[in-house]
Nanobody, 116 residues
Framework: QVQLVESGGGLVQAGGSLRLSCAAS????????MGWYRQAPGKQRELVAT???????NYVDSVKGRFTISRDNAKNTVYLQMNSLKPEDTAVYYC??????????WGQGTQVTVSS
């Protein structure tokens, strides 16, 4: 079992920045990929960024150049630095971890609201 706890969401004006953190606990040795997804009202959950245990990173096109994902394996924590935020970035952001490439774990979600 893996538990994921997110923090760092909030309300920010367009053009501002936020940093999300997600700390994993429990059976963390089995974690491979970690990442962030988001879900806006009335929309499906979408991938924002992922980082593999070896360091390979992937971003959705809409956040490239503005968001940066990073990972501290010693702390079992993944971060999402979000700069130049836009109103369309408003969503609930969920942390994700893949465990032994078999199971998916999700955090409870953290709200990010960007005002225009």
């Amino acid at each position: 079992q893996v538990q994921l706890v997110e923090s760092g969401g909030g309300l920010v004006q367009a053009g501002g920045s936020l940093r999300l953190s997600c700390a994993a606990s429990g059976s963390t040795r089995g974690i491979s990929d970690m990442g962030w997804y988001r879900q806006a009202p009335g929309k499906q959950r979408e991938l924002v960024a992922t980082i593999r245990s070896g360091g390979t990173i992937n971003y959705v096109d809409s956040v490239k150049g503005r968001f940066t994902i990073s990972r501290d394996n010693a702390k079992n924590t993944v971060y999402l630095q979000m700069n130049s935020l836009k109103p369309e970035d408003t969503a609930v952001y969920y942390c994700h971890a893949e465990w032994f490439q078999l199971y998916d774990y999700w955090g409870q979600g953290t709200q990010v609201t960007v005002s225009s």
